[in-house]
């Protein structure tokens, strides 16, 4: 099986627990990061996650993926929340974030810029198309992009 399916059918064993539970599903990836591999779950609901939740969906889902013996080389599971930083990965992400200023980070620079800011406009499945401060439409392709995350004024 590939990752993504290791991927897409986490995802179909956790909605039910999320739906149960009142919680939405951010994310699910599966990686290998040094000599292990991980199946991590971003977790949300109204309000925000707490510890108890993640521990309360992680035990449904392990007593899930035992039972199907889906992913057969060891891994560490990880349900955490998605935290504020998180990615704009999916359609809903961008519809969330619709209006809202966004942070891109590019793989190369742009006139000598690889960080962008700006309120994001629009998006669709080649381009994300912001306004920036200056009253300027700028359009990145997402193949330009490394990270394009809800930007925070700290």
């Not at 599903?25 to 000599?35: A, M």
């Not at 401060?133 to 925070?152: C, P, V, W």
């Amino acid at each position: 099986m590939s990752k993504r399916n290791y991927e897409e059918r986490t995802e179909e064993l956790l909605l039910p627990i999320l739906e149960e539970n009142g919680f939405s599903l951010v994310d699910v990836e599966y990686v290998k990061e040094g000599s292990s591999w991980y199946l991590r779950a971003y977790i949300d609901k109204e309000g925000g996650i707490a510890v108890d939740d993640c521990e309360l969906v992680s035990r449904a889902l392990e007593a899930r993926l035992d039972e199907e013996d889906l992913i057969k080389e060891p891994y560490i599971l990880e349900v955490s929340s998605p935290g504020l930083g998180r990615p704009l990965k999916k359609e809903k992400d961008y519809v969330r974030n619709r209006g809202k200023d966004v942070e891109i980070r590019l793989y190369k620079a742009v006139e000598h810029e690889k960080v962008w800011t700006g309120c994001l406009d629009s998006w669709d499945e080649d381009s994300v198309t912001v306004l920036t401060g200056d009253g300027e439409t700028r359009t990145f392709e997402k193949k330009q992009i490394a990270l394009i995350r809800e930007a925070f004024d700290w």
